[in-house]
């Protein structure tokens, strides 16, 4: 079952493409590893036809295999946000049924991946209410960047009104490099000598309103008897 809160594979699908667009923008081809060992690349196509045509995968991933060398198809879906997920038949180009619900063992695996490496996956159906939890996920989305973009638009109109018509502008710049300078123009030798100075102060006030008890002598007594100063 979809979740509200959840990406979807619409939302996944777009990053990577953008990611993809910006690796070629800075002539970075994207580096093709195998998997590492216990791991099984998969590939996930919003459409049967686009592995009909041989068009590159919307999302690829390498996940874990179970101990016995087996695929759990529910950690396939929490990774993409699927309501449903089959694998499809590299010989056929059809979605096939596993064996056992929601997992493929090694034996499986070993078929769906021969001479591609990978396993494709597919999502047959969507019910009606994962439908309208994206459709509503990317609503709420697009309002959010509309509204950011709104207030961005307004602070700079706002900055826009100040900086012609009132002086509070020049006003910040101007005590803003004021304090530069003058933080500029302080050491940390009289920083530290500042620090010092009010330590002891402290100390002074305190010992003078009795919030510290000294008693040298008691505490000498209370380090022989006991190994602590404390009263």
């Not at 041989?54 to 993409?80: C, F, I, N, Q, Y």
């Not at 510290?212 to 008691?218: D, L, N, Q, R």
């Amino acid at each position: 079952m979809g979740n509200i809160l959840g990406k979807s594979p619409q939302e996944l699908t777009l990053a990577t493409a953008r990611s993809i667009e910006k690796q070629r923008q800075l002539i970075l081809q994207p580096a093709s590893f195998p998997p590492p060992p216990g791991y099984i690349r998969i590939h996930f196509h919003s459409h049967l036809y686009r592995i009909h045509d041989r068009s590159p995968p919307d999302l690829v991933a390498d996940v874990p295999l179970s101990r016995s060398g087996g695929l759990d198809l529910d950690t396939v879906k929490r990774l993409w946000g699927l309501e449903t997920c089959l694998p499809v038949d590299p010989l056929r180009w059809k979605p096939v049924e596993p064996t056992h619900p929601n997992y493929l063992s090694a034996l499986a695996i070993e078929v769906l991946s021969c001479g591609q490496g990978c396993i494709k996956f597919i999502e047959p159906t969507v019910s009606d209410r994962t439908l309208l939890q994206r459709h509503t996920r990317e609503v709420v989305l697009g309002m959010a960047s509309l509204v950011q973009l709104s207030c961005c638009r307004i602070i700079e109109m706002v900055y826009e009104c100040l900086e012609a018509d009132t002086p509070l502008p020049a006003l910040c710049r101007r005590f803003r490099r004021q304090t530069q300078r003058v933080a500029s123009a302080w050491k940390w030798e009289e920083i530290f000598s500042i620090l010092v100075l009010c330590m002891w102060i402290g100390l002074f006030v305190a010992s003078f309103e009795g919030w510290i008890k000294w008693a040298p002598g008691e505490r000498a007594r209370k380090w022989v008897y006991t190994g602590s100063f404390l009263l």
